[in-house]
């Protein structure tokens, strides 16, 4: 079985530029999240899909961030303008549709460096 | 809402020594719990997981935790650590009420000393 696929491994922008990152969620999966983990941190959720529908996007500084999830399966994540403190690497998870913790697998994540 | 702590930051054992990762959540209903592994460029990696019945809880690399509900803690141990578990560790809370995103620890980073 395919993993989660993300795209690209790794990013260098200057503040005020824009970026997006790719994710591909393992086949079947209904539920996707993106996950922002600074260095020396745990992870910490951004926003939540169900199909393609957003489920939680209470932590998202929407002023900056967005994401979609076109069809129910790719989503992209996008920042813009990127400011310094964004430096971070991105996980994408995905897991079934029904809770099911045991399915809840991760991606190798974007590490994304502003300078 | 759901959180975890794990109250240290980075901890030293020698190789051959025990380990044990502590972690504490808090969590209104029974939780589902995780404890992840991180090394160094990589993904975040499944050691186990414990949803119900056994408190103790078998995982990878010869790695258990136990759940115990009167502490709210599920600790993490391995008899013998071997210098290839240097790495950070990671213990996640999830539930079922419908909020099915994971919440997790700052993390341990385990060094081996040989």
Redesign the interface.
């Known amino acids: 079985e395919a993993g989660v696929a993300q795209s690209p491994r790794y990013k260098i922008i200057e503040k005020r530029q824009s970026v997006a990152f790719w994710c591909n969620p393992i086949s079947g999966h209904a539920t996707l999240y993106w996950y922002q983990q600074i260095l020396g941190q745990g992870p910490k959720l951004l926003i939540q899909f169900q199909n393609n529908g957003v489920v939680d996007d209470s932590q998202l500084p929407k002023d900056r961030f967005s994401a979609e999830r076109l069809k129910g399966v790719d989503s992209t994540l996008k920042i813009q303008p990127a400011k310094l403190e964004d430096s971070a690497v991105y996980l994408c998870a995905s897991s079934l549709d029904s809770w099911d913790p045991g399915t809840y697998t991760f991606g190798s994540g974007t590490r994304l460096t502003v300078v | 809402a759901q959180s975890?702590t794990q109250p240290d930051i980075h901890i030293t054992v020698s190789e051959g020594a025990s380990l044990e990762l502590r972690c504490n959540y808090s969590y209104g209903a029974t939780p589902?719990l995780?404890w992840y592994v991180q090394s160094p460029?990589?993904?975040?990696q499944?050691l186990l997981?414990y949803?119900s019945g056994d408190t103790l809880v078998q995982g990878i690399k010869g790695f258990e935790a136990e759940f115990k509900r009167s502490q709210s803690s599920f600790n993490l141990r391995k008899p013998s650590v071997h210098w290839s578990d240097a790495a950070e560790y990671?213990c996640?809370v999830?539930g079922?009420t419908g909020?099915?995103?994971?919440?997790?620890?700052?993390?341990t980073r385990l060094q081996v000393q040989p």
């Open positions: 975890v589902y995780f460029g990589q993904g975040l499944l997981k949803f990671f996640a999830g079922d909020r099915r995103a994971l919440t997790f620890g700052s993390g």
